[in-house]
């Protein structure tokens, strides 16, 4: 089972665009459903998190939204108010009980301009 990851693109800073992020498959025991971002230069960050709760990290809380279809395995982060330091490669994330535990999606560019 794979992670396509789509929906970004180049957006006008105070624009918004939403994420998806949808499993080629069924994949059982799902427990966290996540985003994370690679800008360039810098090391991957946690974005967003969607366990038992839902966690943000502080560059984008109030702007960003995380939520998912469970039964669709498919997690989406809407993002509004973009800005130029949002520019990234967002990954999608998925841990399970289930092998492989950590699955990670292919990457999708997402590109604020000033």
């Known amino acids: 089972v794979q992670l396509q990851a789509s929906g970004g693109g180049l957006v006008q800073a105070g624009g918004s665009l939403r994420l998806s992020c949808a499993a080629s498959?069924?994949?059982?025991?799902?427990?966290?459903m996540e985003w994370y971002r690679q800008a360039p230069g810098k090391e991957r960050e946690l974005v967003a998190s969607?366990?038992?709760?839902?966690n943000y990290a502080d560059a984008v809380r109030g702007r960003f939204t995380i939520s998912r279809d469970n039964a669709k395995n498919t997690v989406y982060l809407q993002m509004n108010n973009l800005k130029p330091e949002d520019t990234a490669v967002y990954y999608c994330?998925?841990?399970?009980?289930?092998?492989?535990?950590?699955?990670w999606g292919q990457g999708t560019q997402v590109t604020v301009s000033s």
């Open positions: 498959g069924t994949i059982s025991g799902i427990k966290v």
């Open positions: 994330h998925v841990v399970s009980t289930t092998l492989p535990f950590y699955r």
């Open positions: 969607s366990g038992g709760r839902t």
